[in-house]
Every structure is written in structure tokens, then in C-alpha cells.
């Protein structure tokens, strides 16, 4: 499998790559950076050295798409909805990292993203890769919108009680905490060392872009129209997020029943560890890895769930998510490359 | 003023000692420590070498008792209300900063704590210190319950609404983010750097000792019987709390109304800092001083109100309150020797 | 005493900030800063809120020299060279925080600064404000060079053995670590929260611009033409240098013989401290003071001494050295506003 | 390949677990640790819940030397010599992590480590397993002393020049800087998160236990009785060492012609790589991986190099070796199951 990846000199385009040279199926046959045309890849992320020979490459998508069985894309919004293409799209797969083709309703993204939608025409057709839901419609797909980094997170550990009618989804609160890889490697003030050390701060409250995305997916999932808040913090780490949701009970139901829902959903599932009863997920056990820890506590005081669910950012919420839907569209082992062991300490 | 402090060599012990030696009406002449008899204050705490000549002392509280005005306990639940006596009380003032004396009901406490109260003849009469509410309970009282951390930055930034009606109560959820300080200096696996470091975690979820505490209180201000949920996380970051509370509106207020509440409430508090419209408390800018730094925001998607509060645990959260509460006590403005400026970075 | 600084929202700008706001004997009068001109001074710091209601400045030399007693430039370098003349000094007194005004020799510092130097005639009075050794000069300037944070650190922890002829200065060896405040507010990507956690490096091996400096300065302490080898190395956290040096013995001197000196040249010192024998410095006990811990320990197995050094970067190795000096320069006692206790945790 | 582990429970322990959990060959029979026995290994290191189910073992030494193949101890220091046997190296082969076995002289080990050694016969078989060196002799040795963190990172960065014979060993200085794990995953006051974060010290200064080992092993390169001063810090992060050592110049070499040397030595090892002319070695980029970066810098103006190398404490300063050295003993390719691709950020 040749591989492409446009934006690979980001934090979640060097972890593809970091991914996939350990993968046994895929070569990555070009480093797109646009800020980085012409110098090594190994040179921006020394970590690469004698293991990445290649230079960085522009922006060529119609060279890309003969070369690559499957391109990444770890851009900015907006970027991939201006270079898919009839042409692209019958040469060769992409998985998209942006939010471009997550939102089903057009004009639900260009209100919270603010900027017009170049591809309108292939928001149907895309797949909203979030494998453990949609594993069958990824497999043939030929346009994949990689989930958010938050929208995994908080949708895989509120699933089960959303789907089984458990929870008041009009009493639903996500917080959630973030390490500072989640906001990229622009050069900016605001996420300097000295910034964001020493510090916690919430940001985006009730106007994240992530918001209309969770709520799609747990509408579909629920059934009804949710409208949730949700409220990320940045956390001084380099990578993890943790979600904290809180919804009341409509159903007369224990811990241990719930707990047996989450367990019977996802006894299949590789990524998803439903934690021991009373344990509460950290994101210190999942890093590096394609995990999510999940886990519940009912509190029969106010007759609310909380729903924990940790994760790394950068690999089940975005690199390795992605090599988990290209496995799946090639018809791959799901996790085929993807059973790094979290890293402790 | 001469002061006795009981645990020092704690981090909240210590702190008391930090902000003290600025003070220009206070003496320290016992610093307690079980741990240290003996030994150097400033060989245990090197921020103090040239600073503190004393040596750690014993719990001998009837000699403390007479030598000073006042006595800082900065201990382990249980062990101030095995030394509060008349005897000592007719001899000295005690600001206590465990959770003895904070809670109204005994049986509350020795439920929430697993301890059985040793002097809960002395509850009645303790006054709770949250200075800007209860500024005249304090001036005369002899016996203190300094606030825990959470309560006092939950309760500072979610009052002005439940005082005034403007919320449910009953939807409150408080979750809240503190700093490895909270933890204290005991030598446990779990504070180790390698496990708090790179890691987010909930804990103590629907179970926390503070809960009561924060229920109490916002019951007084609102006048109901307050239930809430309350999820503290560890950060990785010596200092700070924060505070995101999620409440549904009970009236049609605009985030400006609120924001005009906020401001009015707390327009003659040094130590409350209402932030401008649209800006989040981030404990970085309260850091090493006594501010707490609070804001809301209005969702009408939801109808809910997010208030938010940021403060440094050490000191609004524990040694600085202390203070502020004993300058109350004694008379003299209630910043003496507590105007120190937020350090950053 | 009426301050103006030039540079205030860089770190070190805002740390004579904090530190000023509690001088008894100073007020800030201007807050320059050429990148946020009319923006409120505690909307870029937010510690500064309800503390600081200034507005930032443009650069206007004449009238700030017509307001102010005394002048701090904390400035990228050459911009102080640029503004000094002979109608400002007549007006006030500059302390210039950058290394304008550091190297006597203008051909050295053109050298290693890569910049031709705007004042060379200024160069011969400013005196190099290391106030412990040049106290004297300094009461009477007009223009004080404010020594680097490495010089600093550097100089402190070898200056008895090198006055006295005790170390071989060719063998002298400085290798330094510090905090990531040192490097400033620009936002450049190396400087990025994930770029500098999790990470330690050396930089500018055998190259850094502070090199000379100490080099001039242990030269006139020993009275010899001193090349060292200086190594600094970026550590992840805000605060703090740590200098560790080595260099042979040239007498025949013990362990206790050395620290003997070092008691005895700085017992009068206010902000230097001999630890006592044995204990290593670490910038966690003199974190936001403006002290310098130092100690020695002598290895009988290769005859050499090690010289450790440790201090606030942003305190004693800028700003709180920069007010000592203008405490000097104003007749004031020397550590007047400068009494802050090492913060710790 | 059956493997035992004895110290499973610690940092290195546990690394070796996190290693072979993806190593074609190896199957860990046996997880032991005093400290938790009959508790699931994956309650300790909540990173290995689904994917290691043992439960912790004793230290029952003939029984496990007949289910294994390979013994790791992870353990303190004097347990593995208490342990060998001919009996236990007659079923199976050791690869010691602690120091028992690294020091040829055992008047030297006892002396620096302050114990009786148990097994001093052993001490002549053992082979110390500095793999790019001795890899000769550990293909055939029943007991591996696997070398210290410190001296592997600084006998790889100054080994060719000592081999060759190009600096003035007599002049050698090491300044090493460690991550916190290097100090183990015991309960102790200093190691708490508070007390590392924001800190840099020195410690052991001129007394450390892993300076004997350098000089050993720096012996039989340069052939001449190595002394050298060697200063370990502790740096707030979790992981990485990094070694900045200074030493004269015997030759009149470039540091072009130096770098050859460099590149010579080690152009066919997998694991150590030489960095590009100017760059200066990274913790962050080795980070995970059993990669060791090296460069080196001339300052003709003092006649010196400096000699710097990076590495992972836990991957090639402990676990990741010893798996190397296993690897090596059963005929392996050496970096089977060792091409972790550093994570970074």
C-alpha cells in the first residue's frame, strides 16, 4: 500500500508517520508539507533520523493521487474539501483529519467553521470514520472524515447510554481536558512553554467546533435532536484528553447494569477498554496508543451517570483512528500497525 | 501578633509561613511539625534558609496556647478537634484549616470523613471562614473553619446565583481541576512525579469529602436544600483550581444581566476579580496571590449559565484565607500582608 | 520615584512589574512596549487585573526621559544603544536589562552580537551592575548595564575562588541549565509548550552571546585573560538557572577552607546564601526571590572544585536585580521591595 | 522464548514488559514483584489492562529458572547477586539490570554501593552487556550485567575518542542530566511531583555510584586508569538522559575529522546515531525508542570538544539493552522487536 500524507509535518501528520513505519502493510510515498517543500522530513522531527530519508513535497494532488493507494490529509479546514475530486477520488482513496466532511448539514459547518465549503457535493458520499460505529459503510468508502479528537472521546464513552434510550440527552455535559498537542504547531503566543505550564484554562465554552459534531453523531445514535454544552480546558501535557460527561437517568438502572451495557457493546473491541468497576480512566495508561479507556459512575444521590472516557489525542483521536480506517478499507486487520503498547511512564 | 502554626511542614503549613514573613503585624514563634521535632524549619523547606532561624517544635498546645495570639492548624482531619478546649480557647484564637469544624452536622461529617468528632460540642460555635460572606462572624470569633480549596472557588463563583435565585439548583454540576499541591507532601506512589506528570485524572467522583461542604453552603445562599454533583481532577501543575460549573437558568437573564450581578456583588472585594465579558479564569494569573479570579458565560442553545472561578489552592484554597481571616480577627485591613501579585510565568 | 519601562510585556519587563507594584518607593508611570501601543497593560498580563489599569506606550524617549527618574529598557538587543544620548541622560537614568552596554570592548560584543553598536561612546560609563562586586560604581551612574542571567548565576558561584587565585582559570568550565522564560515571549515554534516539555538540550554549545560577558567579568576578579567553556542547556519549566562549574585546584585547599571564603565574601550579602556543607542549590528554593544560593564541593580524586549556583532568571538574573540596582542608585536599602520569599511549591 | 521477569513492578521492570508484549519471540511466563504478589500486573500498570492478565509472582528462583529461558532482574541492587547460582545458571541465563555485576574490582563495588557482595565468584563470568562493544561476548554469556543508564549514554558519546586516543582523559568532565524515572518508582518525599516540577538540582555530586562504572569501561578503551568528575541533575521530565562532557584535545583535529570518527565507529549499528554537523541531541527525540543520538562540537578557542549523546533512560539505558542483549544470547537479529520509532511529542 503507498501512502500519501499532505500536512505530514503537523503533530498528527508526523504521527502517521510514526504509525505507518511500523506498519507492516503501508509505504508512505510522500511528505507533504507546505511550509517545508524541498527540506528532509528528518531534519523538522529529529526523532526521524535513519528512519526517514525522504524530502518534503508540496502540494501536487493530481501527481499524489496516481502515486498513493491512499492519501492522508492533516491540513487545515477547508484544504481537503479544495483538492477532492472526481479525478482525485477514482485514482485513490483519502482519509480526511479535518473536520471538512464530518458534518452531514452543510450549513452547520460553514456557521461554526466560518468559511464557505469548497466540495459541497462530497459531504454525502464521505464516511464519518469513527470505525467502532461505522465499520461497514468505511470499508467501501472512498472519502473518509477521520472523528475529531474530542467527538471520539466523548462519543465512545457515552454510545451505549445514548443509544439505549438511558440517559436525558437534553441533561447532557461534556468537559473536557486536552493536552497541548491538540493545538497544533502554529507558532503562537498563546500555546508557548512558559503559557501553558503552571496552567489550566477553559476555552471555546459553548462555542467549540467540535460541539455540532458530537451532537450529530449522538443524535443519530439517540434518535433525537441533542443539544449539549460542551467545554474543552487545556491541559500542561503533551498529549491526552479526558472527558467527563454528566446526564441524568431516565431508567432505573445500577452501576452494574450499566456497566454490563458498555461491556456487551464493545466486548469486541480491540481499542475499547471498559475499565474495572471504581476505576477511573487516565490518560496516562493510553499514551501512545490507539486505546480508549471508558467507564461510568452512577451517583444515586442526584440520580446522574458521569462518563469518563480517556484517550490519546493524536492516535485514537487522530493518526491512528486513520490507519484503523485505511486498515479497514483495505481490508486489513483492524489493528494491523496499531498495537503499540501505551507508554507508562 | 504572635503566631503558632501546627503541621508547618506541610504545604499549606508552609505557605502560611511564606505569606507571614511579609506580614507586618505578625510573629511566628512555634513552628509545629510531628514529622521534624527538632530539626531546622529551613532544612526541610530551603526556601526559607537565611529567613527562618527556628527549629520544628512538638504539640505541647497548652504551652502554644499562651505564647500566641493566635494558632494556625494545618493538619490532618481529626486532629484539631482533639486539641480545641476551653483552656485553650480562653487563651488563644484557632483558625483551623482541616474540615473540622466546617460542617454544621456532625453526622454529615463523620460520615463524608469516617472519623467520629472529637470535640463536636466546639461545631456551633466555629464560624465558617469564607471572608466575604461571613467577614462579620469572624471578627469575634475564637474558633475558625478555614474553607477547603474547592468550596471556597466553587462557592465564590457560583453565589451571586444561587443567592439571587437565578439558577437551579438542582442542575448545578460543579467540575472542578486542581494542582498536585491539594495532595499534600505525603510520600505516596500516586504523587509521584512519573505518575502525575503527562496525566490527567478524575477522582473521588460522586464521593469527594468536599461535597458536603460545597452543599452547605450554596444551601444557605440559595435557601434550598442544595444536592450536587462535584468532580475534581488532578492537573499536572504544582498550583491552582479551576472551577467550571454548569447550571440551567430559572429566569430570561442575558450574560450581561449576570455579569452586572457578578460585579455588583463583589464590587468592594480586593480579592474577587470579575473578568471582563468573554475572558476565562486561567489559574496562571492568580498564582502565589489571594485573588480568585471568576467570569460566567451564557448558552442559550442550552439555557444554561457557565461559571467559572480560578484561585490559587495554596492560597485563597488554604494559607492565604487564613490570614485574611486573622487579620479580620485582629482588627487590621484584610489585605495586610496579603497584597502579594500573581507571579507569572 | 517615577518608573519607566521600555519593554513591559516581554517576561522580564512584566516581572519589574510585579516586582514594583509592592516597592514602597516606586511607581511605574509608563508601561512601554512597542507591539501592544493602547492595549491595557492586564489585558496581555492578566495577572495585572485590577492591579494595573495603565495602557501600553509607544517609545517616545524625550517625553518618558522628562516623566521618569529612571528608565528600564528590557529590550531586544541594541534597541537601548539606539535611544541613549546625552539629552536623555541628562534627564534620567537608564538600567538597561539587554547586553547593549555590558562588554567594554565594543569590537567583542560587535563580534558576538552580530549587530554594530548604535553608542560605543556610552560604553566607557556605563557601569556593569553586578551589585555585589560594583556597588560603589553603580550609586553614582547614570547608566547601568544590567548583567545577564547566566553572568549572574556564573559569577556569584566563582567569584571568591577566582579573586583568590584558588582555581585555575584555564581549566574553568561553566555548564548551565535554565528555565524556558529565559528565551522569551516571541512565538517561535522551538519555544512551543510540546517542543520544550518532556525535553532537555544543550544550545549555542561553544557559541552563546553570554560567554564574553562572564569571561570579562572573571577576568577582572582574577586578574588574568579567562576563555571558559560555557554550555547552556533549556530545561523544562519556567523559572530558575542552575550553573554547575568545574575547575582544578591550584592550592592545596579543603572543602571547609573554600566555604570558610565564601562566608566570609558574602556574609554582608543580603541575597547571596552559602548553603550549608553538603547541600547542592536547586531552583526550587529561590523561585521568585531575588536570592542566589551557592555552595562548593571539593572531589579529592581529581583535585577539582565544583562550583553550583542557583537563581531566579527572571528575578535576580533581570528584573530584581535591575530594582537592586536602582535601589542603589536612589539611596535606598538595597533589598527595599525586595524581600520576597522564595515561593514554593 | 519463555521469559521471566524479577522486579516487573518497577520503571524498568515494567519497560521490559511494554517491550515485549511486541516482540516476535519472546513470551513473558512470569511477572514478579515482592511488593505485589497475587495482584494483576495490569492493577499496578493500568497501561497493560487487556493486554497482560498475569497476576504478580514471588521470588520462588528455582522454579522459575526452569520455566525460563531468561531471567531479567529488575531489581535493587544486591538481590540478583543473592540470587545466582550455579544451579540457576546451569537452567536458564540472567540479565541483571542492577549494578551486581558491572564492576570487575569488587572491593570498588563495595566500597561506591556501600554492601557485602553475595556472589563475588560470579562477578570474572559476567559479561557486561554495552551491546555495540561486547557483543562478541554476550552472544555465548550465561549472565549479563546490563550496564547503567548514565554510563551507557556517556561511554557511547566519548568512546571513539577514547578508543582513539584523542583527548586527555585526565581533563574529562561529564554533566549528565536524567529524567525522573531514572530514580525509581519508590515512595519518596523527594520525588513527589511538587518537589521535581520547576526544579533543577544537582545530586550525588562527585559521589555517585554510576562514576566507578564510566571510568571502568573508559578504561579498557583508552587503555589508561580513567578519574573523572561526573555530576548527575535531576531535570522535571519523565523520561531521558542527556550527557554533556568536556574534555582537552591530545590532537590537532577538526571537528570534521572528529565527526569521521564518529561516523566510522558506528556506521553499522542500528541504534546509536550521529547527528548532523551543528545539531546538538535531544531528549525528545529518542524519547520511547532504544536510539542514543551523539554529536560533537570543537571550541578552538579553548582547545576542548564536547562530547554529547541522548538516550531514553528506561529503552537503551535499561530495558530496551537488556532485550538487545537477549536478543544478541539467542541469536536474534539485534533490534528484533526494538524498532519503536521515538514518540514525540
Not at 511528505?31 to 529529529?46: E, H, L, N
Not at 480512566?281 to 469518563?308: A, C
Request: charged residues 25%; proline residues 4%; glycine residues 8%.
Amino acid at each position: 500500500m503507498k501512502v500519501g500524507i499532505i500536512g505530514s509535518t503537523g503533530y498528527a501528520g508526523a504521527e502517521i508517520v510514526r504509525i505507518l513505519l511500523n506498519h507492516p502493510e503501508a509505504e508512505i510515498v510522500w511528505y507533504g508539507s507546505r511550509s517545508y517543500v524541498d527540506k528532509k522530513f528528518a531534519s523538522i522531527f529529529g526523532n526521524m533520523v535513519k528512519l526517514v530519508d525522504n524530502v518534503c513535497m508540496g502540494e501536487n494532488i493530481s501527481e499524489l493521487a496516481k502515486m498513493a493507494d491512499v492519501i492522508f490529509t492533516a491540513t487545515p479546514q477547508g484544504l481537503c474539501a479544495s483538492l477532492v475530486s472526481e479525478e482525485v477520488l477514482s485514482e485513490t482513496k483519502v482519509i480526511d483529519l479535518s473536520a471538512d466532511f464530518r458534518i452531514k448539514d452543510v450549513s452547520v459547518y460553514e456557521d461554526w467553521y466560518g468559511i464557505t465549503h469548497a466540495a459541497p457535493g462530497y459531504i454525502e458520499e464521505a464516511v464519518y470514520g469513527l470505525c467502532e460505529i461505522n465499520r461497514d459503510k468505511v470499508k467501501n468508502a472512498r472519502l473518509i472524515a477521520n472523528p475529531g479528537c474530542y467527538p471520539t472521546c466523548s462519543f465512545l464513552s457515552i454510545y451505549p447510554l445514548a443509544k439505549e434510550g438511558i440517559i436525558d440527552m437534553s441533561t447532557l455535559i461534556i468537559d473536557a481536558k486536552s493536552g497541548t498537542s491538540g493545538a497544533g504547531r502554529g507558532a503562537k503566543v498563546n500555546n508557548l512553554y512558559c503559557e501553558v505550564n503552571e496552567n489550566i484554562k477553559a476555552y471555546g465554552v459553548a462555542s467549540h467546533r467540535h460541539t455540532p459534531e458530537i451532537e450529530e453523531q449522538l443524535s443519530y445514535a439517540s434518535g433525537e435532536n441533542v443539544v449539549i454544552n460542551f467545554t474543552p480546558h487545556l491541559v500542561p501535557m503533551n498529549r491526552g484528553i479526558l472527558i467527563t460527561s454528566y446526564a441524568s437517568l431516565k431508567k432505573d438502572v445500577s452501576e452494574d447494569e450499566i456497566r454490563e451495557i458498555y461491556n456487551e457493546y464493545y466486548k469486541d473491541e480491540y481499542f475499547v477498554r471498559v475499565l474495572d468497576k471504581g476505576l477511573c480512566p487516565e490518560t496516562r495508561w493510553v499514551e501512545g496508543s490507539n486505546f480508549v479507556d471508558v467507564n461510568v459512575k452512577v451517583d444515586p444521590r442526584t440520580n446522574r451517570v458521569i462518563m469518563m472516557g480517556a484517550m490519546d489525542n493524536l492516535v485514537k483521536g487522530a493518526a491512528g483512528q486513520a490507519v484503523q480506517n485505511m486498515n479497514i478499507m483495505f481490508g486489513l486487520e483492524e489493528n494491523t500497525g496499531l498495537k503499540m503498547v501505551p507508554m507508562f511512564p
